[in-house]
C-alpha cells in the first residue's frame, strides 16, 4: 500500500476510506494500535499472519499485547466507504477530525493531521532518506 490521503472524521466517529486503500484492505480488516501514536489498518492475511505469530509466543510474552488486542476492532466498509473508529482508538491516536491515511508497504495507517505533519518534518530529510537507505542495504 502507498499513498497519502486526507480526510476527516465525521461527528459519529466515521472516516472514509480511499477507493485505492479498499481495493488493498478488501471486504473485511482489522483496525489495532500502531507505533507512533496512530492506528494501523491491517488487510485480512496480513492480520492473519500477526496473530499467527502472536499465538506461537510464550506466555509470558504474549501478554504484553494484550491492549492491542482488546482494543483492536474488525472492521467493514459501510455503503459510502466509511469505517466507524471506537472512541478508544480515536484516544490513543488523538484523533479529532482532520486525519491523513498512509500507505505502508502491507498496512495502512491513521494519523492525526498534526502528528503526521510533525512525523514528515523529522523524518523528510535527504540526510535521514539517506541513512535508511544505507541502513537497509539500498
Request: charged fraction near 30%; aromatic fraction near 8%.
Amino acid at each position: 500500500m502507498t499513498g497519502t490521503y486526507e480526510h476527516n472524521i465525521d461527528a459519529k466517529g466515521r472516516l472514509f476510506i480511499p477507493a485505492k486503500l479498499r481495493e488493498e484492505l478488501g471486504v473485511t480488516f482489522h483496525l489495532a494500535m500502531g507505533i507512533d501514536q496512530c492506528l494501523a489498518i491491517y488487510p485480512q492475511e496480513t492480520w492473519a499472519r500477526f496473530t499467527e505469530k502472536f499465538a506461537s509466543l510464550p506466555m509470558s510474552q504474549s501478554k504484553s499485547m494484550r491492549a492491542l488486542f482488546a482494543n483492536a476492532a474488525r472492521c467493514e466498509l459501510d455503503a459510502q466507504g466509511r469505517i466507524v473508529i471506537p472512541q478508544k482508538l480515536r484516544d490513543y491516536a488523538k484523533l479529532d477530525k482532520e486525519t491523513v491515511i498512509i500507505g505502508v508497504n502491507d498496512r495502512a495507517e491513521i494519523w492525526s493531521k498534526q502528528a503526521w505533519q510533525e512525523q514528515e518534518d523529522e523524518e523528510m530529510t535527504p540526510e535521514k532518506m539517506s541513512a535508511v537507505m544505507a541502513e537497509l542495504g539500498f
